[in-house]
């Protein structure tokens, strides 16, 4: 009887211990990082708690996600008001490798009273941070959140808070209310979102809107702060925040309406504000925002009176600030008052630092090409820059924000250029030439490594300089592979003869297919009015062939050369097969417009070209014809070019081409999903066919791949023949987690791509808590849940109710048959406390969990008298 009011003031003992380490503490907190070198960072674990509270401690523990942990002692405290104690815990760890990692912190407990957390003082408060270490995302650290999570709130009041997220390598910033978590990171069971005689949302600035609060108390409530780097999310923090509601008759102050601003790199920005108050209290306003942490930007109060204060924003900027992602700035207006809370207004806007436009775009045309030049950017390190054009000038005016060159002014990317100190481009209409007659204008901007980009030259208009002679044919005549014939021809040289004196020599030049020279093919003496040249013993069903004419005169005695000759080459066909149909695109380099193209098929059963179609643009598509079959195809390019105040119109044709029609186009990926039958350890995959998504008729096979971690290489596991659209993964499993994917196979071997589907969803390590190791052959060993043998690693250290260590084990079966390590005697019957490791594989790979909790040992007839 003696022993067991010993046991029973022992655990009675326990809770009050239990119960005063747990007594009203943690109210708010984060995680934060900053990255030092390689895969070592430096870690702040943030805590708001209770001041008064005896629970407050110099140490946490942080789980770094890789499978350890680590105890962080406290490096700064401050005192703030309404019993707010803030602590900081610094320390570095450096990383295995790449990777998906959750720092994960949690410690009992929450404070007491907190209306939409059932019985908060006894729930477990933990906060986490998500980060991605990869190949592909640099360094990175988190934003810095400039305001604290705790606030106030008025009862019927609309209540605004911002965490005033400023993110210093640039990346954007997306936020998302979250439920709050206890133990283990486990959504907090019956959590509520604070009441609101509305709602209760975040929006894209951060700005969390309760409206309103309906009843006065303490709410907490958590977000996630998401950062992202060209489109992929690379972060996350969860905070956990606090709200403390009042009731009161006092009117918050009233913030004048901030629009979104832009300015350009080097300009200042001046931006007086204004709050009033409708019951006349005097006002203070302050602002944060990350260049005003760095001392860039500054906000200075002008005048204040009651009811009304007027501040000013100034910032002067350079280059240097210049980036794709906005400054989140949040104005903070507080009243003040002697016999009431203060209330506050918030406004959140964003302000846009720009990259100025390259300077002095310079044109140099040509017969067939125009050159451009412009001064290196010195506006940041721009990673190159992006080259428009257009045909017509626009008038482009851009407004303050307004970067790049929209798409309603007409004008279309023509290239990109990279290197900061690549200011120069010809354009030749990507090696197809260009066409004179018309105004190319041009606009230049610098891009960036973050995307940003800069505002758009000034438009700058130019024509092409007409050659001497101006090409005007390249046609092939004759399709044969040793007396082919290509006819070329060129327009008489108005005005030549007022200039240089005869007698003339056109001599043509010919590039053959493949050759990198021009050989010299006939000289024709002139007196200018010969303008055609044929020329035959040519194989034509190769391709393409290039020629130049050149004028010649006498001058002295010899023969000199009229600058300005121009190059043009035959037309050719480039032909794409696909699913029963081939798109045929018609090439050439050629200083004159063809405005149509007609085009002609012959079977190889066939000795004569059909006429099938005609297109106004340089491609055309010849569908519905069978796979496999080959065809011969040739166009006639109708073509106009304006010189000396005439239209010359001209006919081209073709080399001949040949393709046929195949199946190339991947069905589209099967949709998946998977289940865990988890006390059977296996997975069930299965999917939607490509034949119902989008009517793919021909798939013959399903692969599956399968990866046993986010960042691992998926590897082929499986094949299944269509139409089964069911595989069971249980052979060769380490563990239920995983990510699949089934890509479809169509009868022509085109495979599709893959939609990943991720699992993770079964406990796999669970310890009983009776045990009754009593020689009567029913549960005489203490066992783990260990689901599939999966967990292979665990530190189990058991302890009696003195402390003391009576088993310890990194066998994850456990397999304790109830005695003391140190007397090898079965321990007497009650409550013991058992602390243990699990490294569970998941998703990310081994990840650490913590386990905490009591085992029973019963006594049966064997062992009711044995001692420890």
């Not at 610094?90 to 295995?96: G, S, V």
């Not at 014939?485 to 043509?508: C, F, H, K, M, N």
Request: net charge negative; with cysteine.
């Amino acid at each position: 009887m003696a022993g067991k009011t010993k046991i029973w003031l022992f655990l009675i003992f326990l809770i009050a211990i239990y119960s005063s380490a747990k007594a009203t503490h943690n109210r708010a907190g984060e995680i934060t990082y900053r990255h030092i070198s390689g895969y070592t960072y430096e870690f702040t674990v943030t805590t708001y708690t209770y001041k008064p509270s005896k629970a407050n401690r110099d140490r946490l523990d942080i789980s770094w996600g890789d499978g350890t942990s680590q105890t962080v002692y406290r490096r700064d405290t401050l005192s703030l008001p309404n019993q707010y104690l803030y602590s900081s815990f610094i320390a570095e760890h450096t990383f295995p490798g790449a990777g998906i990692y959750e720092i994960f912190m949690e410690d009992p407990n929450r404070n007491l009273g907190v209306k939409n957390i059932p019985n908060s003082v006894n729930v477990v408060f933990s906060i986490k941070t998500t980060m991605l270490i990869g190949p592909f995302t640099g360094s990175n650290s988190t934003p810095i959140l400039l305001n604290p999570p705790i606030d106030k709130a008025a009862k019927g009041h609309i209540f605004i808070h911002n965490p005033a997220a400023y993110d210093p390598d640039g990346d954007s910033i997306s936020y998302e209310l979250t439920i709050c978590t206890a133990e283990n990171g486990k959504p907090i069971q019956g959590y509520t979102f604070p009441p609101a005689s509305d709602t209760l949302y975040i929006n894209s600035n951060g700005d969390l809107t309760w409206l309103t609060p309906v009843d006065t108390g303490t709410y907490n409530v958590a977000m996630f702060i998401d950062e992202w780097r060209n489109g992929v999310r690379i972060g996350r923090i969860t905070r956990d925040m606090q709200i403390d509601v009042y009731e009161t008759d006092n009117n918050p102050p009233v913030n004048d309406i901030i629009p979104d601003l832009c300015i350009e790199a080097g300009d200042t920005l001046i931006w007086d504000i204004y709050s009033t108050d409708a019951d006349n209290d005097f006002i203070t306003m302050e602002m944060v925002a990350g260049p005003i942490a760095d001392e860039l930007a500054e906000f200075e109060i002008i005048e204040t009176e009651a009811g009304k204060t007027h501040g000013r924003l100034t910032w002067n900027t350079n280059c240097g600030y210049a980036q794709n992602q906005p400054y989140t700035f949040v104005l903070k207006s507080q009243d003040i008052v002697s016999d009431d809370i203060s209330l506050v207004d918030i406004t959140s806007f964003k302000i846009r630092v720009l990259h100025n436009e390259p300077e002095n775009l310079q044109l140099l045309p040509g017969a067939d090409t125009i050159r451009l030049v412009w001064d290196v950017s010195n506006c940041g390190n721009p990673a190159g820059y992006h080259i428009y054009r257009k045909i017509d000038y626009y008038g482009f005016s851009p407004d303050s924000c307004e970067v790049g060159v929209p798409e309603y002014t007409g004008y279309e990317l023509l290239d990109d250029v990279e290197g900061r100190y690549t200011n120069y481009y010809t354009d030749d209409n990507h090696g197809k030439g260009m066409v004179p007659g018309f105004d190319y204008c041009y606009m230049i901007t610098a891009y960036y490594s973050d995307n940003a980009e800069s505002f758009a030259t000034p438009e700058v208009c130019t024509t092409l300089v007409p050659g001497v002679p101006a090409m005007l044919q390249v046609s092939v005549e004759e399709d044969s592979e040793t007396n082919g014939e290509i006819l070329v021809s060129w327009a008489y040289p108005y005005g030549i003869d007022t200039i240089v004196s005869g007698p003339y020599q056109y001599r043509v030049f010919r590039l053959n297919p493949g050759s990198s020279i021009y050989e010299q093919v006939a000289a024709i003496n002139t007196d200018l009015s010969d303008t055609t040249y044929i020329d035959t013993g040519i194989n034509t069903l190769v391709y393409p062939y290039f020629y130049s004419v050149k004028l010649f005169y006498q001058d002295g005695g010899t023969w000199a050369e009229y600058p300005g000759s121009e190059i043009a080459s035959s037309l050719y066909l480039g032909l794409y097969g696909s699913d029963n149909a081939i798109t045929i695109e018609h090439n050439k380099r050629s200083p004159w417009q063809n405005y149509r193209y007609d085009v002609f098929r012959k079977s190889e059963s066939s000795t004569v070209f059909d006429f099938i179609g005609f297109t106004v643009s340089s491609t055309f598509f010849n569908d519905s014809i069978p796979n496999q079959v080959r065809y011969d195809y040739k166009s006639s390019g109708l073509g106009m070019r304006p010189l000396y105040g005439h239209n010359y119109y001209m006919i081209n044709q073709s080399h001949i081409n040949s393709a046929e029609a195949i199946d190339t186009v991947p069905p589209c990926a099967p949709v998946s999903q998977v289940i865990s039958i988890c006390d059977s350890s296996y997975n069930i995959l299965s999917w939607i066919s490509p034949e119902f998504l989008c009517n793919e008729r021909d798939i013959v096979q399903y692969q599956i791949y399968y990866s046993s971690t986010l960042e691992g290489d998926m590897q082929l596991i499986g094949t299944r023949v269509h139409p089964d659209t069911t595989f069971i993964h249980n052979i060769d499993l380490v563990t239920l987690a995983g990510v699949y994917g089934v890509a479809a196979v169509d009868s022509f071997n085109n495979v599709s791509s893959i939609i990943p589907v991720i699992i993770d969803s079964c406990i796999m390590y669970k310890l009983p808590n009776v045990f009754s190791p009593n020689n009567d052959g029913t549960n005489d060993i203490y066992l783990s849940y260990n689901l599939g043998d999966f967990v292979q690693r665990v530190d189990m250290k058991i302890f009696n109710r003195y402390g003391q260590l009576v088993y310890n084990t990194d066998n994850p079966d456990i397999r304790w048959d109830g005695r003391n390590k140190m007397t090898g005697r079965i321990v007497s019957p009650g409550v013991y406390y058992y602390i243990c490791d699990v490294y569970e594989p998941r998703l990310t790979g081994e990840e650490h969990r913590g386990l905490k909790g009591f085992i029973h040992v019963y006594a049966g007839e064997n062992n009711i008298k044995a001692g420890e």
